[in-house]
């Protein structure tokens, strides 16, 4: 049982480029979950996916795109990355399908745009 | 002010001794509130969820909720130098289904 697991673990892009990063939880959860990580600052909800076929805007959403593939997986797309988006990257589920529900995190990308 | 808020730290206590690590939030109607811890490097660990006022123990960990007063707080006893992280707070608001808001952490050194 991996619980939540993330690809790649590190990434460089240059300023334009597009990327995705993949999510996978084999713990039959329901939800979903995309942060981000910033010195200093608390993690920010960027997308999440309560159900499969579903997916809601968080708190820091502009620049990504998300796609729930089916009920394991859960990507997150950046179309033409800026250096504003340089952070940690982390993937979290949770059984339930509202934000009241523990949530379990993956082990995080460090994506540096440059 | 912000909706969340921790101390920074680092929050230093002996080997053996209580942490007691504290989180206030902005929101009156705010409902779920969770415990995580962090090490360095590494990704958030859940500790403990508590949903209602009062206190909640988990073997060493001891959530206390006062909705009143807009504060949840963690208390650690014995602490050990295996407990020294960034130990962050999170509350929903609006019933969850709205916003998920992390605190920026605060930092535990217990020393030998």
């Known amino acids: 049982n991996a619980g939540v697991t993330q690809t790649p673990k590190f990434q460089v892009l240059k300023t334009g480029q597009s990327m995705t990063l993949q999510c996978a939880q084999d713990?039959?959860?329901?939800?979903m979950y995309w942060y981000r990580q910033d010195p200093g600052m608390g993690l920010r909800l960027i997308y999440y996916s309560a159900s499969e076929g579903t997916t809601d805007k968080g708190e820091v959403p502009n620049g990504y795109n998300v796609s729930r593939l089916n009920k394991r997986e859960f990507s997150l797309r950046l179309e033409s990355a800026a250096p504003s988006q340089t952070s940690v990257y982390f993937c979290a589920s949770s059984y339930g399908a509202s934000l009241d529900y523990e949530q379990y995190f993956g082990p995080g990308t460090r994506l540096t745009v440059t | 002010q912000k909706e969340v808020e921790q101390n920074s730290g680092p929050l230093s206590v002996p080997e053996g001794a209580i942490a007691s690590l504290n989180c206030t939030y902005s929101d009156r109607v705010s409902q779920s509130f969770f415990w995580y811890r962090q090490y360095s490097g590494k990704s958030p660990e859940l500790i403990m969820s508590?949903?209602?006022?009062g206190d909640k123990e988990d073997g060493r960990f001891t959530a206390q909720l006062n909705k009143a007063s807009q504060y949840v707080s963690l208390l650690i006893r014995d602490s050990q130098p295996s407990d020294s992280a960034t130990y962050l707070c999170a509350v929903t608001f609006a019933g969850g289904y709205n916003k998920l808001i992390f605190g920026a952490g605060t930092r535990l050194a217990v020393h030998p």
């Open positions: 713990m039959n959860h329901n939800s």
């Open positions: 508590i949903y209602s006022n």
